[in-house]
């Protein structure tokens, strides 16, 4: 696949970077096909309140990769941690200087040179409590919520970013079509007042 253009940190979460084309209409069902090992921690044992977690964390993901598949590397790996508000808010402080919580964090590993497999893609670090109160707020199922913040974490570690207007829309765009492939209503829209 050799050189996609994709820029990666060495461990700081997600930052500016060169932004892959997604497309516009996202087949992402258990069909697609990609050789990627997803690792998920759970490091938090109130995860144990939300059972499916590991198996949305490894489908969000895995999607998410399916649905750029070219630029995913022949062999790779990717790990997912399932954390606390605490753990989050220490990641947060030290390496984006922000002390608070945070639904969902990045890290992009570093590019390795080509025939190294499997290819680091990065880790992808989710906060329990900040994940279950913005379902509520926004009346949203937690593991869609889940999944939405995984495909996030995901497409960030794959050089996604969201810090000018167009990356956002196209970051977005990115993200309705993946979880509508998971048959999960758009992320963005809140729902309305009754």
Same mark, same amino acid.
């Given at each position: 696949?050799?050189?996609?253009?994709?820029?990666?940190?060495?461990?700081? @979460?997600? &930052?500016? /970077?060169?932004?892959? %084309? *997604?497309?516009?209409? #996202?087949?992402? +069902?258990? $069909?697609?096909?990609?050789?990627?090992?997803?690792?998920?921690?759970?490091?938090?044992?109130?995860?144990?309140?939300? @059972?499916? &977690?590991? /198996?949305?964390?490894? %489908? *969000?993901?895995?999607? #998410?990769?399916? +649905?750029? $598949?070219?630029?995913?590397?022949?062999?790779?790996?990717?790990?997912?941690?399932?954390?606390?508000?605490?753990?989050?808010?220490?990641?947060?402080?030290?390496?984006?200087?922000?002390?608070?919580?945070?639904?969902?964090?990045?890290?992009?590993?570093?590019?390795?040179?080509?025939?190294?497999?499997?290819?680091?893609?990065?880790?992808?670090?989710?906060?329990?409590?900040?994940?279950?109160?913005?379902?509520e707020a926004e009346e949203k199922d937690p593991a869609h919520h889940l999944a939405h913040l995984v495909v996030h974490g995901t497409l960030?570690?794959?050089?996604?970013?969201?810090?000018?207007?167009?990356?956002?829309?196209?970051?977005?765009?990115?993200?309705?079509?993946?979880?509508?492939g998971l048959g999960i209503d758009d992320p963005y829209q809140l729902p309305l007042e009754g």
């Open positions: 696949m050799g050189d996609s253009g994709r820029q990666r940190s060495t461990g700081a @979460p997600a &930052a500016a /970077a060169e932004v892959p %084309r *997604a497309p516009a209409e #996202a087949d992402v +069902s258990a $069909s697609a096909v990609i050789d990627v090992e997803i690792d998920v921690l759970v490091e938090d044992d109130g995860w144990e309140s939300f @059972p499916d &977690a590991v /198996a949305v964390c490894q %489908r *969000a993901a895995r999607a #998410a990769l399916a +649905s750029i $598949s070219d630029e995913v590397p022949p062999e790779a790996e990717m790990s997912i941690t399932l954390t606390s508000d605490a753990a989050i808010r220490l990641l947060n402080r030290d390496w984006r200087d922000k002390d608070k919580a945070t639904n969902v964090l990045s890290f992009p590993a570093p590019e390795l040179p080509p025939g190294v497999a499997p290819q680091p893609l990065g880790d992808v670090i989710v906060a329990r409590e900040t994940v279950l109160a913005e379902a960030h570690l794959m050089g996604f970013d969201h810090e000018d207007d167009e990356e956002a829309e196209e970051m977005e765009a990115a993200e309705r079509a993946i979880l509508a």
